[in-house]
């Protein structure tokens, strides 16, 4: 079992930045990758970025790339998410993931997932 959970959510105005945190717990050196994803009202799940553990490889959704940066600490068993030059678009709440596959950006190859935490950007 894995646990996730997700922090530092908010509201922003557009063009600012916000830094989300993913805690993780448990059996974590099961997983291949660590993901976000996040969902607007009335849409789909949709991925956002992922990061493999071991070799720290990358993987952005179009929609972010050179906006969004996953990182993560493996002393702290944590992943961050920081966005920038963000857009009212990027309103959603956003999930942080964990896959114990070798596909990051499939979100039903995902097995244990966080609460979500709401990011709401103002225009």
């Known amino acids: 079992q894995v646990q996730l959970v997700e922090s530092g959510g908010g509201l922003v105005q557009a063009g600012g930045s916000l830094r989300l945190s993913c805690a993780a717990s448990g059996r974590t050196f099961t997983m291949y990758y660590m993901g976000w994803f996040r969902q607007a009202p009335g849409k789909e799940r949709e991925f956002v970025a992922a990061i493999r553990r071991s070799a720290g490889t990358t993987y952005y959704a179009d929609s972010v790339k050179g906006r969004f940066t996953i990182s993560r600490d493996d002393a702290k068993n944590t992943v961050y998410l920081q966005m920038n030059s963000l857009k009212p678009e990027d309103t959603a709440v956003y999930y942080c993931?964990?896959?114990?596959?070798?596909?990051?950006?499939?979100?039903?190859?995902?097995?244990?997932w966080g609460p979500g935490t709401q990011v709401t950007v103002s225009s």
């Open positions: 993931a964990a896959s114990s596959r070798l596909v990051p950006t499939i979100r039903s190859y995902y097995d244990y």
